[in-house]
Nanobody
């Protein structure tokens, strides 16, 4: 499975972006999907996850108040809708998948996609 994240860009604080993670070769319905972000000099952090049935989500901290992870099965795409963006949300956002019952983690994922840069200016 090859993953690709897209939709990043430069946005002002308070703005919104929608990231997309597409998969080639296999359906997302077979995997739990996660979004992660990394800033320079720091380890990659978990952001959000969606189970393979697309009926359960999990967010880091209170990100669920501003971010929403979802899936469009017809397009085989998983989205991360980000609102009320803050400069601290700046980073490279990547998606990952994991088969089985568990969400992908930084150290346990079946595949990673190339990330997309999100920059939030103050």
């Amino acid at each position: 499975v090859q993953l690709q994240a897209s939709g990043g860009g430069l946005v002002k604080a308070g703005g919104s972006l929608r990231l997309a993670c597409t998969a080639s070769g296999r359906s997302f319905s077979l995997y739990n999907v996660g979004w992660f972000r990394q800033t320079p000099g720091k380890e990659r952090d978990f952001v959000a996850a969606l189970n393979r049935a697309a009926d359960t989500t999990h967010y880091a901290g209170d990100l669920g108040d501003r971010f929403t992870i979802s899936r469009d099965s017809a397009k085989n795409t998983v989205y991360l809708q980000m609102t009320s963006l803050r400069p601290s949300d700046t980073g490279v956002y990547s998606c990952a998948i994991r088969s089985g019952e568990l969400y992908p983690t930084i150290r346990n994922a079946d595949a990673w996609g190339r990330g997309t840069q999100v920059t939030v200016s103050s």
